[in-house]
């Protein structure tokens, strides 16, 4: 079975199509063939039964003349009989002919001589008063022994003679056994199998064509397709590297960024902080009554807000170290540095569940609540300002809210040329830059509310991306780029 199987295997779609149709043609040919066959030989043998009993009609009713058949035949009309018996009846459509009187009696048989029966066949007279009767014979009626023996099956037809008159004037028998019928039934159904068969091998020739022509277009749809697939592997390929490379990208940027805000806390710090401080030990230096001054009072006031201005912007811009902080401990931090820097109360409520996150991330989180709380100085002069965080079904929500009046809807016309909210396009860009949404919602004397929302296994999947080396990647830009990062960091 396996041989045959790999057999089959082996071939290819054409041949094993037709192999398949072949068999399965030639299994329902013979099937419908036999069933048919038996079919027509059935209904064949009844006409060829009709036939008989015409021809032998026939051919009796030219001897036997017009006067009724009783108790015997004259040896010359008997012979008469036979001899057109003989000659006439062709004994491949005919067995054996018998004639009985109109008074039941056995008067020929083409057999030999007749010998009279005790009872009458009731056949017989049925067929006297008119009737013709076709039967298989049998061996129970004495009259049929012998001619039982001329086949397996043996039919027996009891016909009516007429004169012209139409008076019965005897009875003819024939016997046809079932062999002698099939034989010529079987020479004229061997005429229909011939066509069958011609038919059948015509059908499966076309087939084969059609399935030729049909393999080679499927070939050709299969090498379009393999083509295609392989084109789609290779632009999903790209897609891939874009992605890793953009991914890379985009760290750089952030990363960049951070350097490039604390450089500049670290070039205010270490210079307009510095001299302004130096100027202020100068203005200690001042005689007092001029210190006294109007102006020098003014002036000495300016001072001293640039330099806690100055102080406060270079607080802002300079991150403190992130590193190895999770989640909670990151907005904490935010929170500590918020309020020392602005003596501002602010309600925390955090979800203490650990959620360790990428340094790109925190750094994000980060800058982003330290923005929102600034924000909420400002606008809402830090009435009601809370920080709350919390993860459900691996989303992760960072809430910055206050109580303060809302922001204040401003019509397009309205607002000056070119302007742009600096600090929402700052917090959302980078959210954007973290896969995260940011949403803003205020309404008029109900406060504001900034959420930050994140989905954590995404977070997951993208730390893992960032991680790949960088030799897998891109090209050597990226070591370039690197070394600017870290020149940028540590410049100053």
Not at 61 to 69: D, I, T
Not at 122 to 138: C, L
Not at 249 to 261: D, F, N
Request: aromatic residues 4%; negative net charge; proline residues 3%.
């Amino acid at each position: 079975m396996r041989q045959v199987l790999a057999f089959l295997r082996s071939l290819g779609l054409t041949a094993q199509f037709l192999l398949l149709a072949t068999v399965l043609y030639t299994v329902l040919a013979i099937g419908t063939g036999t069933l048919q066959n038996r079919i027509i030989s059935e209904r064949m043998i009844e006409g060829s039964l009709e036939i008989e009993q015409a021809l032998a009609r026939g051919v009796l009713l030219s001897v036997l003349g017009e006067e009724p058949v009783r108790d015997y035949l004259p040896p010359a009309l008997k012979a008469r009989v036979h001899d057109a018996v003989m000659t006439q009846i062709d004994p491949d459509y005919i067995n054996r002919v018998k004639i009985w009187g109109i008074d039941g009696t056995l008067v020929y048989s083409s057999s030999g001589p007749v010998e009279s029966l005790d009872a009458l066949e009731p056949s017989v007279m049925r067929a006297v008063r008119g009737e013709t009767i076709i039967s298989r014979a049998d061996g129970v009626s004495p009259e049929n022994i012998d001619d039982v023996t001329l086949g397996s099956v043996v039919y027996e037809v009891y016909m009516p003679l007429l004169n012209r008159n139409g008076e019965v004037i005897a009875v003819g028998e024939i016997y046809c056994s079932v062999e002698l019928l099939l034989t010529r039934i079987s020479r004229m159904l061997s005429d229909t199998d011939y066509i069958r068969l011609a038919s059948l091998l015509i059908g499966i020739a076309g087939l084969a064509v059609l399935v030729a022509f049909a393999q080679r277009r499927i070939s050709a749809q299969e090498r379009s397709i393999a083509d295609s697939l392989r084109k789609s592997d290779e632009l999903a390929e790209r897609n891939r590297q874009l992605f890793n490379e953009s991914e890379r990208l985009r760290t750089q940027a952030a990363q960049i960024s951070e350097a490039v805000l604390n450089r500049i806390g670290s070039e205010l710090h270490d210079g307009p902080i510095q001299l302004l401080s130096i100027a202020a030990l100068y203005r200690s230096q001042l005689i007092h009554a001029e210190a006294e001054l109007p102006l020098a009072r003014k002036a000495s006031e300016l001072l001293d807000t640039a330099l806690a201005d100055l102080r406060s912007i270079s607080t802002g811009l300079v991150l403190p170290t992130l590193d190895g902080l999770d989640l909670a401990e990151t907005l904490r931090l935010a929170v500590l540095n918020f309020r020392t820097e602005c003596g501002t109360e602010v309600a925390l409520e955090l979800d203490e569940a650990e959620v360790t996150l990428d340094p790109d991330t925190r750094t994000a989180i980060y800058r982003i609540v330290s923005e929102a709380l600034h924000n909420a100085r400002k606008h809402a002069e830090g009435r009601g300002v809370s920080v709350m965080s919390e993860v459900t079904d691996g989303i992760l929500d960072v809430i910055v809210s206050d109580k303060g009046p809302g922001i204040r809807q401003v019509t397009k016309e309205a607002r000056p040329s070119g302007h742009v909210s600096l600090g929402l396009a700052g917090m959302r860009n980078r959210a954007k830059s973290i896969g995260a949404r940011l949403d803003v919602t205020s309404r008029p004397g109900r406060g504001t509310q900034v959420r930050l929302s994140m989905d954590l296994e995404n977070e997951a999947n993208r730390w893992h991306a960032a991680a790949i080396p960088t030799s897998d990647r891109g090209t050597t830009s990226a070591a370039e780029n690197d070394a600017e990062i870290y020149a940028l960091r540590n410049d100053g």
